[in-house]
């Protein structure tokens, strides 16, 4: 009997540790749609974007619309498109995400001084963040400490 306490103690421990790693590799792709809405002093931007990322969590294509409405009326929408490349170091309770190349496929420059800060920033190259794992259920959240962002639909 005394030996089941440190055991029982010893399998949470691990569990508490490995499993950041263990649901990002096992967890398979992640899709997830998010929208942002921007309101400025000339014109309103809305981002509805879509990241696909694949097993791992390394690899990572991500697009969007942005609609640009401009207080006189017009309207311009700009369709974005990158693959991501990130390196992932797993923490205890998290992992740190910085995002080593960004390939620009069609849309703005990050460095576009209308548009660019408009794009979300994990597309772009030098990006770092510490992400923690939340598990609801059978989804998958991502999001930073006590605040989970992203559902994994997939």
Known sequence: MIKIIPLSFGALAMGWFT???FIINTSGGC???TTFI?????KTVINKSRWEILRGGEQSYYSSLMSVIYFEGKK???TIERTVNANLNFHIDSFTVRTMSAFR???PQMSNP????????LAKEGFNA???VYSIGERVMLGFHNLPIAVCHK
């Open 19 to 21: 499993y950041p790693y």
């Open 31 to 33: 899709i997830s749609n």
């Open 38 to 42: 921007y309101d400025e002093a000339d």
């Open 76 to 78: 311009k929408d700009i």
């Open 105 to 107: 496929i069609a849309g």
């Open 114 to 121: 209308e548009l660019g800060k408009y794009i979300d920033p």
């Open 130 to 132: 510490r992400v923690y």
